[in-house]
């Protein structure tokens, strides 16, 4: 039985009055990619916000429940920054920050402290290389980040996400502004990447889930319907009838 | 086949396209008619009286002759010292209010404040500045008071047009900062502060137009009609000396004193129209050379 690293305990949040996420449970393993699915306004998003805290910067939002991650309630954690270097997160839309490509990926370990130039040219190389970029880009890191395409920026958010080292990853739908060969592209660089760290994917396409999760978590208006593994989820016969829906486009 | 055949409703459409856009371009360019107006008259008129002597010499038979030096010299500081309080102090706020503040009773009563701060009379300013720094702080009338008048006055609309400049960095920006463990401060230090600093410099500098031309504040707080200059030093005037200023001794010029030369006064005004007109070119300057750097 594998470590779980990241616990979910009655996990509520609500903007205001109105409540988005009604108390889930749920664990990810170590070294695991956890699926996650479910229609748009589920909550999948604002669950990712909760686990790295950046829901703190967003007004009028309450969080009850625990979330531990490595056994570290978030909520009390001293150092949210050392947190937040934790976790990879990977935004829906690229974001090239208006920054040199190179400053970019070294943006992270340098808010961190490092500033070793020798240190960072290593590793930036080495961020660009596990996201696929570092062929593209080798002779022009000096050149703006936002000037490359929607393909390539989302894979030097990739980079940027792995530059502050994380031992989770979490996609945040990676994949729907980019084209399907850049997508299986990111994918194959996930595969990599699960033996090193514990992902979190949340993606519309139910296929996706399919072919990286170990298992998968349906989430819907704010309550997870079903967790299990990919196979019953996407199998003939999982326990609740709207995962069945969902997963074969009935409905959702 | 007429598929694309011109029916009454597509003329209709084209003309109303045509006149539309001529409406438009007429009142657009209709803006540039009383600037060139004003700027030629005024300039036409006083180029008689712009020589040499005019820029530099203390004014003499009550202004009716001489020069406008003091006058010249008053404005530049009643300018540069309102904006060093006003500018730094504005766009800290700004930050505070943009990138810090949460949504809560005490941000709506400061955003309240600066928003009817930006509509109260010049005038009542003065009032105000007469009250505060003359005679409560003690300042008495002087450059010191008037241009904290002049930077008060200026305040709210340095950090009104801040919060713009910074509203316009994307959030995503900031989210992709955070999500990498980068603190608030450094965030809106790499990313917020180099990406919208064109738009908050000309917020700024626009805010030099107003404290060069305003008179009814600096007139009630510090600026004499008649103070020479004597010597030739680096501070020609002391901060808690009375001044003179451009706006006030235009004012003067054109109500008071008898007998003054008519191509004086238009003199005076194209001497105050050139200060504001070369501060602002120097933020057209700046801000094309920060938009050509601008990175997304």
Known sequence: MTRDKIEVEDLRLSYGEKEVLHGISFAVHENEILGVIGPAQSGKTSLLRCINRTIDYTAGTHVHGTIRVDGEDVRRTKDVYALRRKIGMVAPLPVGLPLTIYDNVAFAPRSAGVHDRAWLDQHVEKCLRQAALWDEVKDRLDSLGTKLSGGQQQRLTIARALSHEPEILCLDEFSIAIDPVTTMRIEDVLKELRREMTIILVTNLVQQARRLAARTMFLWNGEIVEMDSSDVIFGDRPADRRTYEYVNGIFG | ?296
């Open chain 2, 1 to 296: 086949m007429t598929r694309f055949a011109e029916t009454p409703h597509i003329r209709r459409k084209l003309r109303n396209e045509l006149l539309a856009r001529l409406f438009f371009g007429a009142m657009a360019m209709a803006m540039v008619v009383p600037l060139l107006l004003i700027v030629g008259f005024v300039v036409i008129k006083g180029a008689p009286a712009m020589t040499w002597e005019f820029f530099t010499e203390n004014p003499r038979r009550g202004g009716t002759a001489g020069g406008i030096w003091p006058a010249l010299v008053g404005t530049l500081y009643l300018i540069i010292l309102s904006l060093c309080v006003s500018a730094p102090i504005g766009v800290l706020a700004a930050v505070y209010l943009n990138e810090y503040a949460r949504e809560n009773w005490l941000t709506r009563i400061v955003n309240l404040a600066v928003v009817n701060l930006a509509g109260v009379p010049s005038i009542v300013h003065g009032l105000f500045g007469l009250g505060a720094f003359v005679y409560a702080l003690h300042f008495g009338k002087s450059i010191l008071a008037a241009s904290l008048t002049l930077s008060i006055m200026t305040l709210p609309v340095i950090i009104a047009s801040t919060k713009e400049a910074l509203a316009s960095v994307p959030m995503s920006f900031r989210e992709a900062c955070w999500n990498v463990g980068a603190s608030r401060w450094q965030t809106i230090w790499h990313i917020v502060l180099p990406n919208s600093i064109s738009g908050i410099l000309t917020g700024v500098i626009l805010q030099v137009s107003r404290a060069a031309g305003e008179t009814a504040p600096v007139m009630l707080t510090g600026v004499a009609t008649f103070k020479a200059i004597e010597g030739h030093g680096l501070f020609l005037y002391h901060l808690r000396e009375q001044c003179m200023a451009l706006s006030m001794h235009l004012f003067y010029i054109r109500t008071q004193a008898s007998g003054a030369p008519e191509e004086l006064s238009y003199a005076i005004a194209s001497t105050l129209l050139g200060v504001v007109l070369a501060v602002n070119a120097t933020a057209i300057v700046f801000r094309i050379y920060l938009r050509s750097r601008k990175k997304w």
